[in-house]
Each structure stands twice: as structure tokens, then as C-alpha cells.
């Protein structure tokens, strides 16, 4: 297994291959953006799309993220991920070492109750708030 950071300028060829991966995690939202826009984040560079593959090359998960600066901390912040990324431990760890590398101090995600439960007892991620809203 490993991960690919993909360049801006190679998502459209990517994209066949993980639109239904991102497109399940982006459904579970709440409408902030769609998966058209999504993409359009990531060939501009906004987020970054990573891929992760299997021994013989082929992608079996995939994930976007974007970086948010905070004065005490530098978080890697998992805007829509699919495939086997969702859960898998080896997977995660890879994640986190090039959040360290790229100089983040925490992961980030915000998910539905059913993947928060998911990421807590395969993953080690807390809870530290839950984000909720009422539109005007």
C-alpha cells in the first residue's frame, strides 16, 4: 500500500477513479458544496487530493484535504474521503506522517455519527465537539 499526493494538474485524470469514492462522503454532508465543486478545489489547488493504492497500482481509496492555520495549531482537515481510507488503520498512519511532514499538528474530520464511531474504535480519534446548525 501506498499514498500519492496528486498534483492540481493531474485531478481530471485521477478523477474517473475516485469520484464515487468522494461523492458518498460528500452525499453525507450538509450541502456545503458539491462534488463538481469539490473538484474544481482541487485543480486549483485549494485542497489536495490523495490517493491511496494497492501493491499493483490501483486505487482503492482516495480523500481531500485542506490545511487550516490556527495560532497554536496546524490542521489537516479531511473535507470528503472513500474507499478503503475510510477505516484502515496503515492507511490513516500514512495519512498522518505526511500531515507531520507538511508541518500539521492534528487530523481533522467532520463526519457522520456512524464514521465518528468507525474512527474512534479503528482509528483513535476523539471527539472533541460536534458541529450543529440551525439555517436562517
Known amino acids: 500500500m501506498k499514498l500519492q499526493i496528486v498534483n492540481p494538474s493531474y485531478v481530471c485524470q485521477i478523477w474517473p477513479k475516485v469520484e464515487t469514492m468522494l461523492s458518498r462522503s460528500i452525499d453525507k454532508g450538509q450541502n456545503e458544496y458539491n462534488i463538481h465543486q469539490l473538484k474544481l478545489y482541487l485543480t486549483e489547488g485549494r485542497n489536495t487530493l490523495i490517493v491511496a493504492e494497492d501493491d499493483t497500482g490501483i486505487i482503492i481509496g482516495a480523500c481531500a484535504v485542506q490545511f487550516e492555520k490556527y495560532p497554536n495549531d496546524n490542521i489537516c482537515f479531511i473535507n470528503a474521503i472513500g ?21 500539521c499538528t492534528k487530523v481533522r474530520g467532520a463526519t457522520v455519527e456512524s464514521t465518528s464511531r468507525l474512527w474512534r474504535q479503528k482509528i483513535g480519534f476523539k471527539e472533541i465537539y460536534r458541529i450543529m446548525e440551525k439555517p436562517l
Do not use: K, V
Open 83 to 103: 474507499g478503503r481510507m475510510i477505516a484502515r488503520m496503515d492507511l490513516f498512519e500514512m495519512l498522518c506522517d505526511w500531515a507531520r511532514s507538511q508541518g
